[in-house]
């Protein structure tokens, strides 16, 4: 008998690896442009600018266009102003949007040797932002700005070598260089030198060491510290286990927008972990994150949908959603639409359809999805019968001890074939 979607196959909360994040950029200013350089003024080389500029006779701003006509006045001749203009064209503040005036601008600073615009221009090489992307310029405009002890650029270079993006990967020199930014209160820093302690990664594990920077970094609003002490806090993980400060960590993320903290947000509240169990209110997490895109919400909004909890019950609204995390790349949410294609269940009933979405979930390790397609390469469902290939994928999920369920059924098999 095949597994079905059990309540369980939800996507816990789990610290993201830190790849896939986006580097570090030159943050925009609000329209009140020196209210936000005051409040960012500890860790923005950017906002230092506009100190230096005011030290200069830079008067107080009431909205961006005024910041802009006030610069251009200086830009030609003045590196700073430059580049804090090159950073009003590269957001479209208070004139229209433009990577090429931006790229114009910060190379004109940049040359003279600003690290800000140094740091700015190594982010435009890397994003591709109107030119060629280029690993070796991004480098090259990085190390320039790192060498004056630009905190930002310290903490993407760390970024680059911790990727392996120009050059040969080493988590060692990553987590040199985020210490060096880290040591200096940079907040993106000392999350990413956490993250490193958090998995191993050029460091030995310490899940404590990884608490204290995160902690230095959530009391600096970053929100994806916030999300990953609030992960450490729910699962007592270098800290004694409290829900109610995970509640407090997640909730602080997702106010500002952080699609993680808003899923876990969700998970707690559909499990009543920290505060009293609602649906509706998971529903209602699950949904933002999941319109930002977050592939473990939109699975876990799939099965609200797919059991009727906080929703009316709707197959067709569960597999859409299923569909979004299994495209990209899901393993939770395949085997969820494989489920669906099995038992016909918002769409119309297809084995070898089914099979397709177990195989990709069963190739990243999903135990029941090996143990789906081991059972229809058993019996010669939607594939070519093959008991060889039976039981290749039994014996993959028998040795998944994390899946106890699917693991007995998977060994129970074994001795069956």
């Not at 650029?153 to 911790?162: F, Q, W």
Request: aromatic share 10%; charged share 25%.
């Amino acid at each position: 008998m095949l597994f079905d979607l059990f309540r369980k196959n939800k996507k816990d909360p789990e610290i993201i690896d830190e790849a896939p994040s986006p580097m570090e950029t030159s943050s925009p200013p609000e329209a009140a442009i020196t209210a936000w350089c005051r409040k960012n003024r500890s860790w923005s080389g950017t906002a230092k600018l506009f100190y230096d500029l005011a030290d200069r006779g830079m008067p107080l701003f009431q909205t961006d266009a005024e910041a802009v006509s006030w610069l251009s006045e200086r830009a030609g001749s003045d590196p700073p102003a430059a580049t804090v203009l090159g950073l009003m064209h590269d957001y479209g503040l208070g004139i229209k949007q433009s990577d090429e005036e931006a790229l114009r601008l910060y190379r004109f600073a940049a040359d003279q040797g600003l690290a800000a615009a140094q740091y700015s221009l190594g982010v435009i090489y890397y994003n591709s932002q109107g030119i060629p992307q280029s690993d070796q310029e991004a480098l090259k405009w990085f190390r320039l700005a790192a060498d004056q002890g630009d905190t930002s650029a310290l903490r993407n270079l760390g970024l680059m070598y911790a990727d392996g993006r120009g050059v040969t990967q080493s988590f060692e020199e990553a987590v040199r260089l985020y210490r060096l930014a880290a040591d200096q209160g940079n907040s993106k820093a000392q999350y990413s030198l956490g993250f490193m302690y958090a998995h191993g990664r050029g460091v030995p594990r310490s899940d404590q060491e990884a608490v204290r920077l995160w902690r230095l970094a959530a009391d600096q609003e970053d929100a994806r510290a916030q999300c990953d002490l609030g992960f450490m806090y729910s699962n007592g993980r270098g800290v004694p286990r409290s829900d109610w400060e995970a509640i407090r960590l997640y909730m602080l993320a997702a106010d500002q927008g952080d699609a993680r903290a808003q899923h876990n947000l969700g998970f707690m509240y559909e499990n009543g972990r920290g505060v009293p169990q609602s649906y509706e209110e998971a529903v209602r997490l699950y949904r933002l994150a999941a319109d930002q895109g977050d592939s473990m919400a939109q699975c876990n909004l799939g099965l609200m949908y797919y059991n009727g909890r906080g929703v009316p019950r709707s197959y067709e609204e569960a597999v859409r959603l299923f569909s979004l995390a299994a495209d990209h790349g899901d393993a939770m949410a395949q085997y969820n639409l494989g489920v669906c294609y099995q038992n016909g269940q918002g769409v119309p009933p297809s084995i070898s359809e089914a099979a397709e979405w177990y195989r990709l979930a069963a190739d990243q390790g999903h135990a029941k999805a090996q143990c789906n397609l081991g059972f229809m390469y058993e019996n010669g469902q939607g594939v070519q019968k093959s008991i060889a290939e039976a039981r290749g994928w039994y014996q993959k999920a028998s040795a998944q001890d994390e899946d106890p369920e699917a693991r007995d059924w998977a060994r129970d098999s074994l001795k069956r074939i």
